[in-house]
């Protein structure tokens, strides 16, 4: 299992042709996911640890997700509120 999939976050395609595809955080090639509270790339903030993502979700960051292998390789940014969280008991 990839270190993406490893944080236990996950959310869906909401519309289009892809709807129901499941999302993963989008690692870059530089091996960092991407938090932002914007679109825009000047207010991108790399994160390097997936462990840390919970953490910038939980303030409110939006976080960069796809899924290569389901096709929806173009990374999302998609608001904490559509991103399931993994359970602790």
């Known amino acids: 299992m990839s270190a993406d999939r490893d944080a236990g976050l996950h959310a869906f395609v909401a519309r289009g ?11 870059h090639r530089d091996g960092s ?4 509270m914007t679109r825009f790339e000047k207010d991108y903030i ?25 096709g929806a390789a173009s990374p999302s ?3 904490p509120g559509k991103i399931f969280r993994p359970v602790v008991m």
């Open 17 to 27: 042709t892809k709807t129901g595809t499941l999302l993963y955080p989008h690692k």
């Open 33 to 36: 996911y991407v938090v932002s």
């Open 46 to 70: 790399k994160v390097a640890n997936s462990a840390d993502l919970l953490d910038w979700l939980e303030k409110g960051y939006r976080l960069r997700m796809s899924n290569k292998e389901g």
């Open 77 to 79: 940014l998609i608001e």
